[in-house]
């Protein structure tokens, strides 16, 4: 198994798939972009044009992780450990779980110790899998999602997990959370409270665990200089440098935004708040966000 794992974490509009492009152009790594397919949503494209139900490489990750087995999970394999039923109440007990953990130092999954090694067993096959089918050495895990991440922390007690937090303007996120989510978007201050939300919990609970290694990526040093900021996560991963920053050569398999069928190699910074938001709405985001966007470098 290629270890330690390496789990990806943002929220949306933080350059996920851009990050999960460049990285997976590196001959020794494995990105599969948002990681965990819906299966609801098989037919969408994989970024090597074919729908991932007709995709081989995803066809045969399925077969060879045994995905049928989970068949009452929303996506391919559990994003967390199946506690209830419903997935809705499954990801709140996966919230409180964590929380309580983190304030009593302990490990909650010991409540339901057989389905917590279900799926840390699913989280680590998938990785060495993955890698084995792609003749790769390091998977990084895409799913983006705070909880996945601490589940397995608390589970498998590690040696060594690194951590890969992208970070975003918030007047950035705020102008593509209003965009995109305006029917989620019910007051001002909802994409505030979701940008300082994760990363606060990012930046206070997963650095404590011992053998965690943490870096930090900012879209907007990614975009300037791709290469520079990705030869740090590279030496970071314990890999030899390479230029990235081109189209792929050969077919990847993210699973992310339009921008995987249209990435040239090109990347261009996303400003269009600066032109779009109004001035109070820009001072309105950096007051909300600033304790954070200040330690981000955005003040």
Not at 35 to 58: A, V
Not at 86 to 99: F, G, I, Y
Not at 160 to 174: E, K, M
Request: proline content about 6%.
């Amino acid at each position: 198994m290629p270890l330690p794992l390496n789990f990806v974490l943002c929220p949306p509009f933080h350059g996920a798939t851009l990050f999960g492009l460049l990285a997976n152009n590196h001959e020794k790594i494995t990105s599969l972009g948002d990681t965990l397919p819906e299966r609801d949503h098989m037919d969408f494209y994989c970024s090597c044009r074919t729908s991932i139900d007709k995709c081989d490489f995803w066809k045969s990750l399925g077969r060879e992780l045994k995905a049928s087995r989970f068949q009452h999970e929303q996506k391919l394999l559990p994003v967390v450990p199946r506690m209830v039923t419903s997935d809705q109440k499954n990801e709140t007990t996966a919230r409180v779980l964590t929380e309580i953990g983190i304030k009593y130092h302990f490990n909650p999954w010991l409540l339901r110790p057989f389905r917590a090694m279900v799926f840390r067993a699913a989280t680590e096959r998938l990785a060495e899998t993955a890698c084995r089918l792609q003749g790769t050495q390091i998977f990084l895990d895409g799913a983006k999602d705070y909880y996945r991440a601490m589940a397995y922390l608390f589970i498998a007690r590690p040696k060594r997990t690194r951590i890969i937090h992208l970070v975003r303007d918030p007047r950035g996120y705020a102008m593509s959370s209003d965009t995109n989510f305006a029917e989620n978007n019910l007051r001002p201050d909802h994409p505030m409270v979701i940008w300082n939300t994760f990363h606060e919990l990012v930046m206070c609970n997963t650095k404590p665990f011992p053998g965690v290694e943490y870096i930090r990526v900012r879209y907007e040093d990614l975009c300037a200089d791709p290469n520079l900021e990705m030869n740090k996560v590279f030496s970071f991963l314990g890999l030899e440098e390479q230029d990235v920053a081109h189209a792929p050569t050969e077919p990847h398999h993210l699973i992310g935004n339009r921008m995987l069928y249209e990435f040239d190699g090109t990347v261009n910074l996303d400003t269009r708040w600066q032109q779009q938001m109004t001035a109070s709405r820009r001072i309105e985001v950096l007051e909300g966000t600033r304790g954070l966007a200040t330690e981000f470098g955005y003040v």
